[in-house]
């Protein structure tokens, strides 16, 4: 498999066990389908997809990345989970999606095999489920091209969100199988954007996510107290150089 570390085999296991409802609108994975047109939409607003180069770090069944690949981006899916890359492909196969590749391999090995390369990189509720999310930061720093843009989304970590994310979604709610968060690894706004920083990537914006459990509907804001967003740029020009 990958030769970096940085996983937690745990963490994929969950979503293995789930992969063949990747697809399913009403299934485990429906916040994310719910949630796919109001971040599909903010990142084409930042910079218009198609006719980009685009890398979805921990792509899972690929809802996004087939979202950016109808937009007309050329998108490469990475996952560490083969089952979730199985219903990938077979679902990009099947909805004969053009310009959309998967591939199983880590952000940190493809960061040393191919610098530099995408005009945008997505990695999307994926930092909270990884070991050292610095280090996937820094591999999304180095994969895009300088002038590119690379977008995050995770939890944020304090009592609101715990009580939102793991005790209302898990536990209340069912939104989400048991599990599927651990507080610990929930990231504050201000650690992700420390790690961005320490990568040289520049802060452009962040944006809330916000759920409202009667009417099941989720909706952007500045709230970015749970959920939320974070665009970053590399610099175009290597200021040391400047
Ligand atoms: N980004 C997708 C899926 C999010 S679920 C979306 O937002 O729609 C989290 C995904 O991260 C899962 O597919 C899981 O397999 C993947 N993942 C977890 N650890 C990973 C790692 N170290 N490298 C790559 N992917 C990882």
Not at 4 to 27: G, Q
Request: hydrophobic residues 45%.
């Amino acid at each position: 498999m990958n030769s970096t570390p940085n996983v937690d085999p745990a963490e994929l296991a969950k979503f293995s066990e789930l992969a063949h409802r990747w697809w399913d609108p009403e299934s485990e994975f429906r916040p994310l389908h719910q949630i796919n047109p109001l971040r599909l939409e903010w990142i084409n607003a930042q910079i218009p997809l198609a006719g980009k180069t685009v890398l979805d770090i921990g792509c899972g069944g690929g809802i996004l990345s087939e979202a950016m690949a109808r937009k007309g981006a050329d998108v490469l899916g990475i996952d560490l989970a083969s089952k979730s890359l199985k219903v990938a492909q077979l679902h990009a196969l099947e909805a004969a999606v053009a310009k959309l590749r998967y591939r199983e391999v880590s952000a940190e090995d493809l960061a040393i095999e191919s610098p530099g390369t995408f005009d945008v990189v997505t990695c999307m509720e994926m930092l909270e489920h990884v070991p050292a999310p610095s280090s996937v930061v820094n591999a999304c720093a180095a994969l895009v091209k300088p002038g590119g843009w690379v977008f995050f989304s995770t939890l944020n970590r304090n009592a609101k969100s715990f009580l939102f994310a793991v005790v209302g979604a898990e536990y209340i709610l069912n939104l989400l199988p048991r599990g599927t968060h651990d507080f610990q690894r929930m990231i504050r706004p201000s650690e992700l954007a420390a790690f961005c920083r320490s990568a040289g990537l520049d802060l452009h914006g962040t944006r809330g996510m916000e759920y409202n459990p009667l009417t099941r509907r989720y909706w952007l804001s500045d709230d970015i107290s749970v959920n939320y967003l974070m665009a970053v740029r590399r610099p175009a020009i290597n200021r040391s150089a400047a």
